[in-house]
């Protein structure tokens, strides 16, 4: 397989590009005209190594050769933006945003407990999607913070999933690498292909990605990607209210967030751990279709609450006490496997009604990642900035 570069090419031009914008700031024609040679070149390399955005990329350092001979020529008197694209915006990345969507299946009865914010997340989609006066504006950027596993993605998922709305599924993270510089235009590329197949839920995964204020490095492509969201989220708050686009953002590190995305998210919903009877509902729900009636599903919530188990925990748990049952049942199992996919079609799997053993045996095997100190974090966090 051929390796790609457009990553790291990418990286390296929009280096170059900031560096123009630098030296151009400070009237250095000699190095401004260097520069933006060199963003020719990347751009000519960007060419040959996507081969579906070829002429796009070629047209474009075809600019930058321009701009970079006339710098040379007759300084930098010339006031000329090198960008300017050759086709209409959004349509180079349209692949890619066409693969970031999904049709979610989730409904809300896949959710176990999680009553209020399931109610808070129900009521906006229901509000955004009914008519209404104008004075009445629903949210349209919401952020779920909360530890790992605790059904973010599940209730985004479930959102789309009510509504039948497209569902676009992206990770801050993810976004950022692959179109380093770039991903600016990538999310307002995004938000146009929502508008056109509205109603929408945009889920932004890993939102802290995005607005990090560790170590004050903050580089001017994610600053960039970041006001073009929440312009985005905002556009739609105003114009174009009779589609439907909704925000939703998941964070596990709020505290990373800065203080303007946050301020544009002004509604908060803490997803905390499940509580003892939520963890009753998602034991329930992952063991559906097997009978439970033996086991003190009480006690075994006691459990996954003491141990600090999230969704993930307990649903892992589910499975390994299944397993547990299984192989009680069908103990030589792995020796079938010889058999042909027919000849295998043509046997049933043993199976029991669980037992409290079947949990036991699970539990020692779980380790949830989450201390008390960590925990106590994000209550800290939701009393001071949560809402
Ligand atoms: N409230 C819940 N009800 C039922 N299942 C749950 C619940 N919470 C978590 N789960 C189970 O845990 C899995 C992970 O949940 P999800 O992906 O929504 O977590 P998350 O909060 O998005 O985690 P992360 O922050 O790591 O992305 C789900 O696929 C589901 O099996
Ligand atoms: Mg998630």
Aim: proline share 5%; charged share 25%; aromatic share 6%.
């Amino acid at each position: 397989m051929p390796v790609d570069l457009s990553g790291p090419l990418r990286s390296e031009f929009e280096k170059a590009r900031e560096a123009y914008e630098k030296a151009r700031g400070e009237g250095n024609s000699q190095r401004a005209s260097e520069q933006a040679a060199k963003c020719a070149r990347l751009l000519r390399l960007l060419a040959d190594n996507i081969p579906h955005e070829h002429r796009f990329y070629l047209d474009k350092s075809k600019k930058w050769e321009d701009l970079a001979r006339s710098i040379k020529e007759k300084g930098l008197r010339e006031p000329r933006e090198p960008e300017g694209d050759v086709r209409p915006p959004g349509l180079e990345f349209r692949d890619y945003i066409e693969g970031l969507i999904s049709i979610s299946e989730v409904t809300w009865a896949d959710i176990g407990g999680l009553e209020e914010p399931k109610r808070l997340l129900q009521e906006t989609v229901v509000i955004a999607a009914m008519k209404r006066p104008e004075a009445i504006k629903p949210w349209t950027g919401i952020l779920l913070y909360g530890p790992p596993g605790t059904g973010k993605t599940l209730l985004a998922a479930a959102a789309a999933g009510s509504l039948k709305a497209t569902f676009f599924n992206i990770s801050a993270d993810k976004v950022l690498s692959k179109y380093f510089g770039e991903s600016s235009r990538l999310i307002a590329a995004l938000y146009e292909v929502a508008l056109e197949r509205s109603p929408a839920i945009v889920f932004i995964d890993e939102m802290d990605a995005l607005t990090l204020s560790r170590g004050g490095d903050s580089n001017e492509a994610s600053r960039r990607t970041l006001s073009t969201l929440l312009s985005q989220i905002d556009g739609f708050k105003s114009k174009k209210s009779q589609r439907l686009v909704l925000t939703l953002a998941a964070t596990n590190t709020p505290w990373d967030m800065d203080t303007a995305a946050l301020s544009r998210f002004s509604r908060r919903i803490h997803i905390p751990l499940p509580g003892a009877g939520d963890a009753v509902k998602i034991v329930k729900l992952n063991t559906s279709g097997l009978d439970t009636s033996q086991v003190d599903l009480n006690s075994v919530a006691r459990e996954c609450h003491a141990g600090l188990f999230s969704g993930r925990e307990i649903a892992y748990l589910c499975q390994e006490a299944v397993w547990n049952m299984i192989r009680q049942e069908n103990p030589n199992l792995a020796q079938l496997s010889p058999l042909s996919f027919d000849e295998l079609r043509g046997k049933t799997l043993k199976t029991r009604a669980l037992k409290n053993s079947d949990f036991h045996a699970a539990l020692g095997k779980i380790k949830p990642p989450l201390s008390q100190a960590r925990l106590a974090k994000y209550s800290q966090w939701a009393s001071d900035f949560g809402g």
